[in-house]
């Protein structure tokens, strides 16, 4: 089975801030993990995904994750906040695995204070 | 590259009532995947198709179903709505199976009344 835990629905953060949006999986074989980005009234759009090629990711928009094995985390970052960052962030795992579905955390809502 | 696209955008149906929803992949995309997204239940997986047959199925009553056409095109179908079948259905393609990457579409929005 593969499964993700987004820690905190909703997080806060002044604009120009560190962005931190965490990320936990599950999975009994290598995954592949990806970040996606609502905004309101839209699809999923792909901020960047962990094919095992580096576990370091860059994505759009600035932000980037690390993959780490031994702490089983995903987590996404970007180093200054955005007004335009504020929207709710999925973290989802697919695994390399017969006809695996994607699975989806339960989202983390971003806001950003002015 | 067009984007993945779904119709309508929005949807007034009532109780009862049946609903087709229509995805068209990006170009060269060859699996079609469907999602229900509510508040309170989140995203939930729904079903997968690929070369026209159904690869993947979530926890979804039969009430739920879909297909997939010659040229990758999808439909989903509800029959006898429901008020809780209210939500925002999305729609994402990708270039085959897993762990390909999947991209989706602005979603249709249907609220059962």
């Known amino acids: 089975a593969q499964s993700v835990t987004q820690l905190g629905s909703h997080v806060s953060v002044s604009e120009g801030a560190l962005v931190l949006l965490r990320c936990n999986y599950s999975?009994?074989?290598?995954?592949?993990l990806f970040w996606y980005v609502q905004y309101p009234n839209q699809g999923l759009q792909l901020l960047l995904k962990y094919t095992s090629a580096a576990t370091l990711v860059k994505g759009i928009n600035g932000f980037e994750a690390e993959f780490k094995k031994s702490e089983t985390s995903f987590h996404l970052t970007k180093p200054s906040a955005h007004m335009s960052d504020a929207a709710e962030y999925f973290c989802a795992v697919r695994r390399n695995f017969g006809n695996e579905k994607l699975t989806f955390g339960t989202g983390t809502r971003l806001t950003i204070i002015p | 590259k067009a984007g993945v696209t779904q119709t309508p955008r929005y949807l007034i149906k009532t109780r009862g009532q049946q609903v087709t929803l229509s995805c068209s992949p990006i170009?060269?995309?060859?699996?079609v995947s469907w999602y229900q997204q509510t508040p309170g239940q989140g995203l939930q997986f729904l079903f997968e198709?690929?070369?026209?047959?159904?690869?993947n199925k979530g926890n979804f009553p039969g009430r739920f179903s879909g297909r997939q056409f010659s040229n990758s095109r999808s439909e989903m179908n509800v029959s006898t709505l429901e008020l809780g079948d209210s939500a925002l259905y999305l729609c994402?393609?990708?270039?085959?199976?897993?762990?390909?990457?999947?991209?989706f579409g602005p979603g249709t929005r249907l609220l059962v009344l």
């Open positions: 198709y690929f070369s026209e047959t159904q690869r």
């Open positions: 170009s060269g995309h060859r699996s």
């Open positions: 994402a393609s990708s270039l085959a199976l897993a762990p390909e990457t999947q991209y």
């Open positions: 999975s009994s074989v290598p995954p592949y």
